[in-house]
């Protein structure tokens, strides 16, 4: 199993961009799909955005367009670029492999 350690997170006013970082302990080339969640406070942990090994992404209606997934297989490590930032967008934002791994968390917050 691989651990997954996020980094990138803090606090930016809204309208502004953040870049989240997710990297593995281990090879990240044979996992089919990549992911990042968040789990805001009182709420459900829902989707953000997947990426399979082939570079497919997918993105629900309310990140489309402003956030952007990508994978670095040599290097083991997945991003997550955030634009035009709405307060809605805070949580704690969660990096997943397929494998069932989840790693700690990273926090952000957007200022309105």
């Known amino acids: 199993q691989v651990q997954l350690v996020e980094s990138g997170g803090g606090l930016v006013q809204a309208g502004g961009s953040l870049s989240l970082s997710c990297v593995a302990s281990?090879?990240?080339?044979?996992?089919?799909?990549m992911a990042w969640y968040r789990q805001a406070p009182g709420k459900q942990r829902e989707l953000v955005a997947t990426?399979?090994?082939?570079?497919?992404?997918h993105y629900p209606n309310y990140v489309k367009g402003r956030f952007s997934i990508s994978r670095d297989n040599a290097n083991n490590t997945v991003y997550l670029q955030m634009n035009s930032l709405k307060s809605e967008d805070t949580a704690v934002y969660y990096c997943?492999?397929?494998?069932?791994?989840w790693g700690q968390g990273t926090q952000v917050t957007v200022s309105s």
């Open positions: 990426i399979t090994k082939r570079g497919a992404t």
């Open positions: 281990g090879s990240i080339f044979s996992i089919n799909v």
């Open positions: 997943y492999s397929t494998t069932g791994n």
